[in-house]
């Protein structure tokens, strides 16, 4: 396999960084004829299978019809917040030699894999067909690049380090909604409020969205140095601030609600909509789940970055590929043209929560917060999700999932969490 260097995204520069770059040579393939020539049906993979994703998928869709009305879409989506589930069978489905013909995957250390594995095809010459140099930032199209080759297109931007909040809930709780949280330990004063009045203080769900959790407390305790250092060899797992860290996130987990493991992110969401519970950390696909309920913020919810983390994005981006041995790769080419268009991603990003990844958008209309995070984006500091692709290859991510889901089920003590964590990043 050939080598590869990650660089994690820089502190302090407020400038996108996906954590993807290389230093050997690689190759292209043969991405078919113009995507205005295709025909025939194209399967688009995704793990957007409900709620705001689907709403999403759904507005991009009819985007894709409207520009290539002579190809059929094929929903491949897979039900499983995050696209666990997704990325096995798609795994599975590569290997086997069946592969759709273009499928979702988050841009930085989880692309990577595929890269190596050969399953992605280059597509740069798309880039300059689509005009997409010119219409993505710079940064963007230079941190995509891997030896000269691009391997996806992207559909978006996704913030991860976000706190949605009940306002009702907090004002029972006898809290002021437009209070700041400058660190865990004064959050941590509002959570006991809002528990001390019968309500779960911070809703969660499965797995991946511990590990979402898990990420912005070593962000908020460790700063953007050392987050980042955990991913480039700097911070030590085993050492006394990684050890705090912990301490908060079990201290955290200790006001969430006990069903969450049977839980998927919009059933945690909607406890805060439905007033159950006074906060939820997740990312801001959340923002399309409170639209979607009519919901209207600071009336009916507020917003805020992770106590600790502001001025910091906690960085994702959905992409898509074209998969070596695609069945239509010239339909692959159309709906990737689609999702590379101003007009695709305005419709999918007004719907799904996020930016859009060009410049060039038109986000008048966007939410409130939807505007926010652009401005966030275009001067906070960037890091890298780990809980969503941007900051460790599959295999790591997979190794730290299992560590959190025994820790937070009971099933390893804190000291052998720490040990398993710094196990899958070193090993």
């Not at 050969?118 to 230079?142: I, M």
């Not at 780990?386 to 089920?409: E, M, Y």
Request: charged letters at 25%; glycine letters at 10%.
């Amino acid at each position: 396999m050939r080598k590869k260097t990650l660089l994690a995204l820089g502190a302090g520069a407020a400038v996108l960084a996906l954590g993807l770059t290389s230093c050997s040579s690689g190759g292209g393939g043969d991405t078919g004829d113009k995507g205005g020539d295709a025909s025939g049906e194209v399967e688009v993979f995704t793990w957007w299978a409900a709620g705001s994703e689907k709403a999403g998928l759904d507005a991009l869709v009819d985007v894709f019809n409207e520009q290539h009305p002579d190809v059929k879409f094929v929903n491949g989506a897979v039900a499983g917040g995050a696209g666990s589930a997704a990325k096995d069978l798609l795994q599975s489905r590569l290997q086997a030699g069946d592969p759709p013909d273009t499928f979702q995957a988050h841009a930085g250390a989880e692309l990577q894999d595929y890269i190596d594995a050969g399953q992605v095809e280059d597509v740069s010459d798309l880039y300059d067909e689509f005009g997409l140099r010119d219409a993505f930032p710079k940064d963007l199209v230079d941190r995509l690049t891997v030896d000269g080759a691009i391997y996806s297109i992207p559909s978006n931007i996704h913030r991860a380090n976000v706190v949605w909040a009940n306002p009702t809930v907090l004002k029972d709780a006898g809290l002021d909604p437009a209070a700041k949280y400058e660190t865990l330990d004064d959050w941590f004063t509002a959570l006991d409020a809002v528990k001390a009045k019968g309500k779960t203080a911070l809703s969660i769900a499965t797995t991946w969205t511990q590990v979402q959790l898990l990420e912005t407390v070593l962000l908020s305790d460790l700063g953007t140095d050392g987050y980042n250092g955990l991913w480039d060899g700097k911070t030590d797992w085993k050492g006394s601030e990684v050890t705090d860290a912990l301490k908060d996130f079990e201290k955290l987990m200790s006001y969430t609600n006990t069903d969450r493991d049977g839980l998927d992110w919009p059933d945690a969401t909607q406890q805060v909509i439905d007033g159950d519970a006074g906060f939820n950390v997740m990312g801001d696909w959340a923002e399309a789940a409170f639209a979607e309920a009519d919901k209207k913020s600071p009336a009916d919810y507020i917003y805020f970055p992770v106590p600790g983390t502001d001025g910091v994005f906690d960085f994702l981006a959905d992409s898509f590929t074209l998969t070596v041995g695609a069945p239509n790769p010239d339909g692959a080419k159309a709906w990737l043209e689609t999702v590379g268009s101003a007009e695709g991603q305005e419709a999918f990003n007004k719907a799904k929560g996020s930016i859009p990844a060009r410049t060039d958008a038109d986000t008048s209309d966007f939410s409130e917060y939807q505007k926010t995070a652009i401005e966030s984006f275009g001067k906070d500091t960037i890091v890298s999700s780990l809980a969503h692709g941007a900051a460790v290859p599959v295999a790591t991510l997979n190794k730290i999932s299992d560590a959190t889901s025994k820790f937070t089920t009971g099933a390893s003590d804190l000291a052998a969490f720490q040990s398993e964590l710094a196990a899958a990043v070193e090993g």
